[in-house]
């Protein structure tokens, strides 16, 4: 490569990146002060589950309603890990729950990235002595600046108390959330509560600095003898170079014959998961993506359009969330199959980043989340190809101009 085609293919990417920056600079300016849109919801629903029961939550409230309630009553042990944790109403409840908790003798332990809470108030995060806090850093490769397996951030969302009941799906910790988005978690008993301390306990075991302190060593659980196999913890582990849920996925869609019903915060996947959907679609399955009209990072919106148009061709259906932030991470297939987690349709999520999605193979939840895609449907507006087609050129170019900046998010 000459010296003159690779300082234009640095101009250009740098023309990419500017756009991309003032594009959410434009866009963070356009929403100051405006509400979301209030959206359909249920109150939470409880299946059985093998020996277990699943609980399904779209509404914050419900949710943090629920876990607050766990915490509370909380006997031994709490395992308390999230992506985002804002010193705001809510996450002072949930600080001081863990706290009372804490200091009532229960082991708490506690994971929370940093970068994703680099705006949060120092002061909120200074936690008491009683409490075993592990802050994910900002940057954790040190000196090994090229070790990609050290890169990935803590996205995953989990709530384990005592042996009782675990929680893990889309919801960070914000009074915004609690409210104003639409997301999906749930709520497990029995067997599968194991699954998700493990999952825990492993990334605590991993990550833990190597100091002789109370909250630095290790966290030891006892193995149960018994476990769910109608429900599947399915972790990326970026330091072990695990990433088995675009796997998962791309199995249930290759085998899916009736239908495929897909709702995704981000979806901006490789060209192998767009196949699959499109050779779901020419088969004769009834595939459907739900995605928001607007996200909160309109520069992944404009990225992920551009898979539309072969997606449309194929028979996809594309349903665009209206009014407020979609952000759950769901799917069901044929009415057999489901999924609910933290893991969005990028490479963020899907190669990089740590997550976690419990895969179950049950009727009776994939119901439930099939009820749920089709009230979350009725507050959505269909996308069709004429729609798609005649678009405006300036949407047309700037699609195609951000296309490059693809693989990195």
Known sequence: MTGAVRRTLLVVLGLQVLLAVLMSLVDSYRRRGKKPKPFPHDDPRTVDVGEGTVTTYTYGRDLYADMLTAIEGAERQILFETYIWKGDAAGERFKKALADAADRGVEVYCIYDGFANLVVSP??????????????????????????????????????????????????????????????????TGPGVWDLKRTFADFWNLHRRRRIRASERPLLLETASTWEPRIRVHRNVPRLWMFPIRAMYLEAINRASVRVWITQAYFLPD????????????????????????????????????????????????????GAMVHAKTATVDGTWSTVGTANIDRLSLSGNYEVNVEVIDAGLAGELERIFTVDESNAALLTSIEWETRDVHRRFTEAFLQPLRPLL
């Open 123 to 188: 002061r909120f995060k200074r936690f008491p002595a009683s409490m075993k806090v592990l802050r994910y850093p900002v940057y954790s490769a040190g000196w090994r600046f090229f070790a990609l397996r050290r890169y990935g951030r803590d996205h995953r969302k989990i709530l384990v108390v005592d042996d009782a009941v675990a929680f893990v799906g889309g919801y960070n910790i914000g009074t915004a959330y609690e409210t104003e988005w639409r997301d999906t978690h749930v709520r497990i």
């Open 271 to 322: 060209q192998d998961f767009v196949d699959a959907l499109k050779d779901a679609a020419r088969r004769g399955v009834d595939v459907r993506l739900l995605v928001p009209l607007k996200s909160n990072h309109v520069v992944a919106d404009w990225i992920s359009r551009g898979y539309y148009s072969q997606m449309l061709d194929a028979g996809v259906k594309i349903l665009r969330f209206r």
